[in-house]
């Protein structure tokens, strides 16, 4: 019998685990600390939370305790929506101030993308510039070509995301990099700009076969059958031909972040072995998923906070990269 579809496993003892963020965090805290211990200075991130999301506000307390562990100055800062941007623009330009997030949504529409781009790419941690999405979606992985030295910035859930697959051996490090997902099939609950949709482009450009889901249609996220192509396309699926109940079952990797209590992923379309995460601040899931995923990861906060840090060394090197080129085109 299939492994993939048999029944659940007898007297309903899990055969799969459940993976904490906690313990897939643990070597990305380490590599954060020994970045930051290379500085000469302590990192300062300024958080703005303009919002009344429990789920945000947690979040923020999240990186403050991180940030106050690790030896970096955290700032949080509640402020009306409405003088957001202007201290938005006063944090660009203040030189003690390394990197900027803040706790989105806002406003809940086109403005909170203005916002978005608002925040210099040199200070935002998140990386939700139009300059990372766009080398994001074209597959392009440096800031500088063709001298290739500042790496783009990657949104910190997708990355998280990507470092926890990594850590559950989904990635074939076999392959060459940057087809290391080839051959997976891979199903996200979330279309958001923010996560899902920027998620599904990374996964596909890394060559796996993604379907993304939300309350219109499913999506197909891929590089081609043979990763003939540099960068991913997207085709709209027949609803008829693609439902949730077709598709998920076919998935090597179920990945959810549906914002809503009331919502829980159908555990009989979850196929016995399937990785499952969800990334969600409320349980996209009951507790019998652990009877069907292989591997389980309920919630993915503490990863993405280290990427989030990660993020923020990443822009300290890459501004003294171009210290240092402008450094030396100064003697030329």
């Known amino acids: 019998m299939d492994s993939k579809t048999s029944s659940i496993p007898v007297q309903g003892k899990p055969a799969g ?3 904490l963020a906690s313990t897939i965090a643990k070597p990305f805290i380490e590599e954060v600390t020994s970045g930051l211990n290379k500085l000469t200075f302590k990192p300062k991130l300024v958080g703005f939370l303009a919002n009344d999301d429990p789920a945000a506000e947690m979040y923020a307390n999240w990186t403050a305790k991180t940030c106050d562990s690790l030896g970096f100055t955290y700032e949080l ?7 957001l941007e ?10 003690d101030v390394n990197g900027i997030m803040v706790y989105f949504p806002v406003f809940g529409d086109n403005q909170d993308q203005y916002l978005q781009q608002l925040i210099s ?3 935002d941690v998140e990386g939700l510039n139009f300059i990372y999405y766009q080398n994001l979606y074209h597959n392009v992985r440096f800031l500088d070509a063709p001298t290739n030295e500042q790496k783009s910035l990657i949104p910190c859930t997708p990355l998280a995301m990507v470092k926890i697959l990594e850590y559950l051996g989904v990635y074939n490090k076999i392959l060459h990099y940057g087809n290391r997902l080839y051959g997976k099939k ?4 979330n279309r958001s700009e923010i996560v899902g949709r920027p998620l599904a482009a990374l996964l596909a450009n890394d060559g796996a076969t993604v379907y993304s889901l939300d309350i219109n249609n499913i999506q197909q996220f891929t590089r081609g059958d043979d990763l003939s192509a540099h960068r991913h396309k997207v085709v709209d699926l ?5 439902t949730l109940e077709k598709v998920a079952p076919l998935c090597d990797v179920i990945i959810t972040g549906v914002p809503s209590d009331n919502y829980k992923f159908p555990v009989e379309y979850i196929s016995n072995g399937t990785v499952v995460i969800n990334f969600s601040s409320h349980k996209n899931f009951n507790e019998d998923v652990k009877l069907k995923a292989g591997l389980y990861v309920p919630s993915i906060g503490k990863v993405t906070i280290s990427m989030l840090l990660r993020n923020l060394l ?6 003294n990269i171009r210290l240092e ?8």
């Open 17 to 19: 685990r459940t993976i």
């Open 77 to 83: 800062i509640k402020i009306n929506k409405n003088d």
């Open 86 to 95: 202007s201290v938005l623009i006063k944090a660009n330009n203040d030189d």
């Open 121 to 123: 790419p040199e200070k």
């Open 186 to 189: 891979i199903l996200v609950v």
């Open 238 to 242: 027949n609803k008829e031909e693609y």
């Open 314 to 319: 990443r822009l300290i090197d890459n501004k």
């Open 325 to 332: 080129k402008e450094v030396n085109e100064g003697y030329d």
